[in-house]
Structures are given as structure tokens and as C-alpha cells.
């Protein structure tokens, strides 16, 4: 490994054999990498530049908070690929990632936060002397340019650095080979289906009149890391959110230090994690008796999530299962403009979806066994709203719900 001290020259490090913290083999990276350069291979081009901490994880296991500096993978269409990461954090990559010693480079400390150089600067010198990325007019490569991870600066950075190479968007091209999950994947959202379904129980236990909703979004989150005897939890990509009364229709909202009221609603969506995989899961409580309208929708959401399941399996499209969902709410007078689900697998802040497949109206996406997915309902009113949610594995007899918390309307008298 080679680190560097203030603005010197690279020093080396002798690197001691550490216990590796890995959750797959070696094996099942191998055949990762082979997929995705096969992929490459098919566009005619040298490498690709992966930003997204998700697709690095998957990759190699490279798990750690620290992609809130610049850090990406390139793989070359041949060959091994590299990590490059600031100095501090390289270290980490031995603890977690599927790569040797000379595969793993950090950049100089004095890089960070300068308005006159960039990491990437260093990432795209070192990367061409590695013989990892070309450079020069005439050669290709495609980079992760809609990550959350990979700045329109890093971006600028690279593209000078590399002197006229021709930088082209992956289009999510990891997240897309993601989509299938091995077997070893599927246990590992199984695990998390188990975390979330506890995590449910105890936000439905936690919620009461009187109560702050900070007070039972920390009851939440303990759950979360907790997990259960035997499987541990981690951290969400995302926090639970906890939309109340009137604010119940309007999603992505958090929480406050708001007390809960007789008489009013709450949507709760959370997940459960382990190993980075997520469950995501959403239910709606009302606290006394709830109005005719919520009721009649539960009870349309309920009859539509029927009809949806019903589409969920192999062979049919993203559009087949939007549109039962569709037509079973319709008949109530109901509908719903926004997706009803997308894939689910690993995730990292800000976003536990895939990125890739959406249940929505026109998708011809083939479903496959071995795809996740998080089937949301949200029905957000002027006023007040009604959410729920399921983690379903797909497989070759139709979809498997990875929690059995009951679903529909959750009354707290």
C-alpha cells in the first residue's frame, strides 16, 4: 500500500495481514468482475471509472464512510482492477475489499478540499502510469457520470487528467448487472427481511398519543442496529421517515420533536439492513379511530397489491404489474401517478433503490427470478395520506415476501 505524508512523495507502508471482513468469497467477486467486463468488452471500451459506494461494495466489499471524498474503482476492460481513495481510507480496503496490496492507492492528504487541485487529478495521473486508464485522443472509457459520488468537477478533473479521452456515461452499468442476485445475495436480503419486520413491530409498539416522534424514531434506529440475535444490523441508506397528520401526505418527510395526537395518522417507512443489503418497509398506524376515507383506501391499496402480486413473477413486464395495480385501485376511483416499486439490494446514503428497474406504466422490463424489489404504495392526499410497503424476492414460483408483518391499516385504540 502507498501512502503519503504532507506534500512528500509517496512513501510505502508495510501492510500486516489483517482479519479481512468480508461477507462473500472470493469466488463470487471474481464472477462480479467478469460480468462487468464482459459488459465492457461489448461497448469498445479500455475501463470503467465506478463512483457509486454501492456498486464499490459489490465489486470488492469495500465498506466504509468515506465517500464523502472523491474515491471510485477503475476497472479496465482486461485485468485487475484498482482502487484509489484518499490515503486515510486506503488502509480500510484491506480490512473489507476482494484486492491485493497493489491494488489498492491513496492519495496525498494536501489534495483535500483545495480550490486549486483535485484528488482526481492524482487518480488520473497514477491510473495511467498503472497502464489502468489510456490517454490521449482516440481512446474510451465510460465513468459513472449520474452518481451521487462522482462531482461535475471530479468529472473535469479526470477528463483533463486523461488529455482528450473520450468520456462516456456507464448508464448504470454495475446497478444493471446488480440486478439478478446470487444466492449468497438472496440470503442476505432474507436477513434483512428478518431485521425489518422486528424493526416494524417495535415502531408500531413505539408509537403513542403522547409521545415525541424524535423519542420513537430513536426506539427505530436502535432496533435497526441492534438487529436480532445471531444477524446485526447497520445503519439505513436511508432514515425513517415518519409523516404525521396532515403532513401523512407529503412523503420523504423525517420527524420532529412533535408530540403524537389522539385521533391523527402516522406513515412509517424504514428498513431493515444487514451487510449493506436493505428491506425496505412502510406501514400506516392511526392513533384512535380513523376516518371512512382512510379506511376505504387501505382497503383499495389492499385489493391493488393483490392484483400486483399476482403479475410479480418471471416472464412478465414492469408495465403488467403496474397496470393490475391500476386497475384494481380504479375501481374504487382511485389512482396513482407516481412508480408503485423499483430494485432493492445494496445500498449506501442517500438512495436504498437500485436505480435501475421501476414498476411503472410503460416499462417493458422482463421480470426475472432472483430480482428484489421494494413494492410502494403510497397513496399521498391533500392533507392526509396512506403508505405501505413490501420486500419481495422474486423467484421462479412468483414473489416471496421477506417480512410477514401484517399488512393493511394498523388501528391503536
Given at each position: 500500500?502507498?501512502?503519503?505524508?504532507?506534500?512528500?512523495?509517496?512513501?510505502?507502508?508495510?501492510?500486516?495481514?489483517p482479519e479481512i471482513i468480508r461477507p462473500f468469497?472470493?469466488?463470487?467477486?471474481?464472477?462480479?468482475?467478469?460480468?462487468?467486463?464482459?459488459?465492457?468488452?461489448?461497448?469498445?471500451?479500455?475501463?470503467?471509472?465506478?463512483?457509486?459506494?454501492?456498486?464499490?461494495?459489490?465489486?470488492?466489499?469495500?465498506?466504509?464512510?468515506?465517500?464523502?471524498?472523491p474515491q471510485c474503482l477503475v476497472v479496465p476492460?482486461?485485468?485487475?482492477?484498482?482502487?484509489?481513495?484518499?490515503?486515510?481510507?486506503?488502509?480500510?480496503?484491506?480490512?473489507?475489499?476482494?484486492?491485493?496490496?497493489?491494488?489498492?492507492?491513496?492519495?496525498?492528504?494536501?489534495?483535500?478540499?483545495?480550490?486549486?487541485?483535485?484528488?482526481?487529478?492524482?487518480?488520473?495521473?497514477?491510473?495511467?502510469?498503472?497502464?489502468?486508464?489510456?490517454?490521449?485522443?482516440?481512446?474510451?472509457?465510460?465513468?459513472?457520470?449520474?452518481?451521487?459520488?462522482?462531482?461535475?468537477?471530479?468529472?473535469?478533473?479526470?477528463?483533463?487528467?486523461?488529455?482528450?479521452?473520450?468520456?462516456?456515461?456507464?448508464?448504470?452499468?454495475?446497478?444493471?448487472?446488480?440486478?439478478?442476485?446470487?444466492?449468497?445475495?438472496?440470503?442476505?436480503?432474507?436477513?434483512?427481511?428478518?431485521?425489518?419486520?422486528?424493526?416494524?413491530?417495535?415502531?408500531?409498539?413505539?408509537?403513542?398519543?403522547?409521545?415525541?416522534?424524535?423519542?420513537?424514531?430513536?426506539?427505530?434506529?436502535?432496533?435497526?442496529?441492534?438487529?436480532?440475535?445471531?444477524?446485526?444490523?447497520?445503519?439505513?441508506?436511508?432514515?425513517?421517515?415518519?409523516?404525521?397528520?396532515?403532513?401523512?401526505?407529503?412523503?420523504?418527510?423525517?420527524?420532529?420533536?412533535?408530540?403524537?395526537?389522539?385521533?391523527?395518522?402516522?406513515?412509517?417507512?424504514l428498513a431493515g439492513v444487514h451487510q449493506r443489503?436493505?428491506?425496505?418497509?412502510?406501514?400506516?398506524?392511526?392513533?384512535?379511530?380513523?376516518?371512512?376515507?382512510?379506511?376505504?383506501?387501505?382497503?383499495?391499496?389492499?385489493?391493488?397489491?393483490?392484483?400486483?402480486?399476482?403479475?410479480?413473477?418471471?416472464?412478465?413486464?414492469?408495465?403488467?404489474?403496474?397496470?393490475?395495480?391500476?386497475?384494481?385501485?380504479?375501481?374504487?376511483?382511485?389512482?396513482?401517478?407516481?412508480?408503485?416499486?423499483?430494485?432493492?439490494?445494496?445500498?449506501?446514503?442517500?438512495?436504498?433503490?437500485?436505480?435501475?428497474?421501476?414498476?411503472?406504466?410503460?416499462?417493458?422490463?422482463?421480470?426475472?427470478?432472483?430480482?428484489?424489489?421494494?413494492?410502494?404504495?403510497?397513496?399521498?392526499?391533500?392533507?392526509?395520506?396512506?403508505?405501505?410497503?413490501?420486500?419481495?424476492?422474486?423467484?421462479?414460483?412468483?414473489?416471496?415476501?421477506?417480512?410477514?408483518?401484517?399488512?393493511?391499516?394498523?388501528?391503536?385504540?
Amino acid at each position: 500500500m502507498t501512502t503519503t505524508t504532507g506534500q512528500g512523495a509517496p512513501t510505502r507502508v508495510p501492510r500486516v495481514p489483517p482479519e479481512i471482513i468480508r461477507p462473500f468469497s472470493l469466488q463470487e467477486y471474481a464472477e462480479r468482475l467478469e460480468r462487468v467486463q464482459q459488459v465492457l468488452a461489448g461497448r469498445d471500451v479500455a475501463a470503467l471509472v465506478v463512483a457509486d459506494p454501492a456498486n464499490l461494495y459489490y465489486l470488492t466489499g469495500y465498506n466504509a464512510w468515506s465517500f464523502y471524498t472523491p474515491q471510485c474503482l477503475v476497472v479496465p476492460t482486461e485485468g485487475e482492477p484498482h482502487l484509489f481513495a484518499r490515503a486515510m481510507d486506503a488502509q480500510g480496503a484491506h480490512y473489507t475489499a476482494a484486492l491485493g496490496p497493489h491494488q489498492v492507492h491513496g492519495y496525498p492528504e494536501f489534495l483535500i478540499h483545495r480550490p486549486d487541485t483535485h484528488p482526481m487529478d492524482w487518480v488520473a495521473e497514477r491510473a495511467v502510469e498503472l497502464g489502468v486508464l489510456p490517454s490521449g485522443a482516440g481512446s474510451r472509457i465510460t465513468a459513472e457520470l449520474d452518481s451521487h459520488f462522482f462531482s461535475a468537477r471530479g468529472y473535469l478533473s479526470l477528463r483533463d487528467g486523461l488529455h482528450s479521452v473520450e468520456i462516456t456515461d456507464s448508464q448504470e452499468l454495475v446497478n444493471w448487472v446488480r440486478l439478478v442476485k446470487s444466492p449468497a445475495e438472496q440470503d442476505m436480503l432474507r436477513y434483512a427481511g428478518q431485521i425489518a419486520e422486528h424493526v416494524m413491530l417495535t415502531a408500531l409498539g413505539a408509537i403513542e398519543p403522547g409521545r415525541r416522534q424524535c423519542d420513537i424514531v430513536a426506539d427505530i434506529q436502535h432496533a435497526q442496529t441492534s438487529g436480532l440475535e445471531g444477524v446485526g444490523g447497520d445503519y439505513p441508506a436511508i432514515v425513517p421517515m415518519l409523516p404525521t397528520g396532515a403532513t401523512a401526505g407529503t412523503p420523504h418527510l423525517t420527524w420532529s420533536d412533535r408530540v403524537m395526537r389522539y385521533g391523527e395518522a402516522a406513515t412509517i417507512e424504514l428498513a431493515g439492513v444487514h451487510q449493506r443489503y436493505h428491506a425496505p418497509l412502510a406501514r400506516t398506524v392511526s392513533l384512535g379511530r380513523p376516518p371512512a376515507h382512510l379506511v376505504d383506501c387501505a382497503a383499495a391499496v389492499s385489493e391493488g397489491y393483490e392484483a400486483l402480486a399476482e403479475e410479480l413473477r418471471p416472464g412478465r413486464t414492469c408495465h403488467d404489474v403496474h397496470s393490475a395495480f391500476t386497475r384494481a385501485i380504479g375501481r374504487h376511483g382511485l389512482t396513482k401517478e407516481s412508480r408503485i416499486g423499483y430494485s432493492i439490494g445494496i445500498g449506501y446514503p442517500p438512495d436504498w433503490g437500485e436505480r435501475t428497474v421501476s414498476l411503472r406504466e410503460g416499462s417493458q422490463t422482463v421480470l426475472e427470478a432472483g430480482m428484489a424489489f421494494h413494492v410502494i404504495l403510497g397513496m399521498w392526499m391533500d392533507g392526509w395520506g396512506y403508505e405501505t410497503s413490501e420486500p419481495i424476492l422474486l423467484t421462479a414460483e412468483g414473489p416471496h415476501r421477506l417480512t410477514s408483518v401484517p399488512g393493511g391499516l394498523t388501528v391503536k385504540t
